[in-house]
């Protein structure tokens, strides 16, 4: 269950579970058994939790150092809000990589995201960066969703102004009929247009 109900996210919405404070443990050792190098920990967006889940992102990457000290740690959090404390929480456990998806174009946000903010969004990313400059930030767009290749430029000339090292772009798929519809499937040549506009930022 998610505290949030986007229009393009096949995860139910309601309140979740309580925490579980051996998951972090139990997350590294499936890691360390997987013998894996890169791990990327996510979560579903937690408003009912009063960091928003900033601190058991920090248990998590810390149980990961301990039992994968090689491994490479990857974050990709919900917007926390807006909240700079949570933030740096998160940022104290020295993640690799801090990812937070912007996920559409601005004007989108309220038929694909009612409950999140585009320069909110925007704005962790920036934090994140300005906070630590040597840790690297990444976001992701979906696309498929109504937007135009003028918008998407716009963003990633945000993105850019922001700070962020990695972009990740890919095709929208309507979960269910109840969610927000795909306007088209981009052709391979309009990928080849984007990369080719994110290559140029």
Known sequence: HCTRNCRF??????????????EPRRLAEAAAELGLEYVVVTSV???????G??????????????????AQVEVLT??????????????????????????????LYPAVRPGARYYQSLRLLDEAKRRNPAIFTKSGLMVGLGE??????????????????????????QPTPRHHAIDRFVP??????????????
């Open 148 to 173: 135009t290749l003028e918008e998407l430029r716009q963003v990633m000339d945000d993105m850019r102004i922001a700070g962020v090292d990695f972009l990740t772009v890919g095709q929208y798929l």
């Open 45 to 51: 967006t937690r408003d009912d939790l009063p960091d």
């Open 9 to 22: 996210c096949a995860i139910e919405h309601g309140r979740p579970e309580p925490l579980d404070s051996g």
């Open 78 to 107: 919900p917007d926390f809000q807006g909240r700079q404390d949570c933030l740096d929480t998160v940022l104290a456990a020295s993640p690799d990589v801090f990812n937070h998806n912007l996920e559409c174009v601005p004007r």
């Open 53 to 70: 889940g900033a601190a058991h992102f920090a248990a998590t990457i810390e149980a990961l150092r301990g039992r994968l000290p090689e």
């Open 188 to 201: 391979p040549e309009d990928f080849a247009r984007i990369e080719a506009m994110a290559r140029s930022k």
